[in-house]
C-alpha cells in the first residue's frame, strides 16, 4: 500500500464520519458549537526520547499523546469533543501505524471523540506528535486556576507518584518498580467521569496534575493569591508505591514533586465537599 493511502486508510477512520471532519478533503475541519456553550482548546506536544521512550509500543505512546490532552480539558471543567493531529515521522512504518491508530480509535470509543484532521509530514529526527483538543463547557462555567478561595478544601482525583516510579524504573534508576506504576506513567488515565461533578457550582478551582502536586498546587496557590496548607500524612498513595516508600526507596518529598499523574486537583468549597463528592474524588487538604 502506498504511503498516502495507508495514512488515509487509517486516519480517515478516526473522524468516525462525522460531519465536522469533512471527509478530511477540505483545508480545515467546521467545528459546532452549541448555543450557551463556550469552546476550550489546548495543545500539547510530545516529542521521543523527551516525553515518550522511543522504543516504546506505539499504542501506548498514541494513548498518552492524546490522553495528555484530554487531562487538561476536563481540568477545565469542560466535556471532550475532539481533537486535530499532528504527526511527524523519520518513515512510514505500517505496523507502527496500525498500532498507533488501534490505540487512538480506541481512546475516542473511550472518551467520547474524534479525529478533526491534521497534518502528516517527514522529519529528520526522531517522531514527534502534536495534538490539539477541544472541548465544550457551559458559558461563564470553565475553571480556572485563580478561582480557589479562603478555606476551600482541596481534593485529588487519585494517587500519586506512581507515574515518577514508573519512569524512574524506565531510566534504570530504581529497581523494585512494580510494573503497574510503569505502566501508569506510560498510559495515563484522566479521569474523565468526573466532568459532571465539575459543574457543581462549589467547584472553584481546578488543574491537572502533571508537573507534580507540589508544582501544581503552587499554580494555583499563586493564581489566588493564597497560600496552601498540606499535610504530607493525609496524601493518599497507591499499595505499590506505598509498598517503596515503606521499603524506603523513595522519599515522599520526590513523590510530591514527580510529575505525569494526570489527576485532577480541585479546590471546593467546604460546603460543596460532602460525603458524596469526598467518595468521588479521593484526599483532603485545604487552602
Known sequence: MQEFELIKSLFLPLSEGRAEAGGFVNDAAVLQVPSGKELVVTSDT??????????????????????????????????????????????????WLRSF??????????????????????????????????????????????????????????????????????RGELGGVPEACVQRYAIPDPPAALVPLLKNGGVHAGLDISDGLMADI??????????AIIEASKIEFSEEVSHLLASRCVSVQELLC????????????????????RRAITGDRSF
Open 101 to 170: 491508530t488501534s490505540a487512538l480509535a480506541a481512546d475516542n470509543e473511550k472518551y467520547g471523540v474524534f479525529c478533526s484532521g491534521g497534518d502528516t509530514t517527514s522529519t529528520k529526527g526522531g517522531v514527534s506528535i502534536s495534538i490539539t483538543a477541544f472541548g465544550l463547557v457551559n458559558q461563564g462555567r470553565s475553571l480556572t486556576r485563580s478561582g480557589a478561595k479562603v478555606g476551600d478544601v482541596i481534593l485529588l482525583s487519585g494517587t500519586v507518584g506512581d507515574a515518577y516510579c514508573g519512569l524512574q524504573s524506565l
Open 46 to 95: 510530545l516529542n521521543a526520547d523527551v516525553h515518550f521512550f522511543a522504543d516504546q509500543d506505539a499504542g501506548a505512546i498514541a494513548h498518552k499523546a492524546l490522553r495528555s490532552n484530554i487531562s487538561d480539558i476536563i481540568a477545565m471543567g469542560a466535556q471532550p469533543y475532539c481533537y486535530q493531529l499532528c504527526l511527524a515521522l523519520p518513515q512510514v512504518e505500517e505496523k
Open 258 to 277: 514527580g510529575g505525569d499523574d494526570y489527576q485532577l486537583l480541585l479546590s471546593i468549597a467546604p460546603d460543596s465537599a460532602g460525603q458524596k463528592t
Open 218 to 227: 503552587g499554580h494555583i496557590a499563586e493564581a489566588s493569591n493564597l497560600h
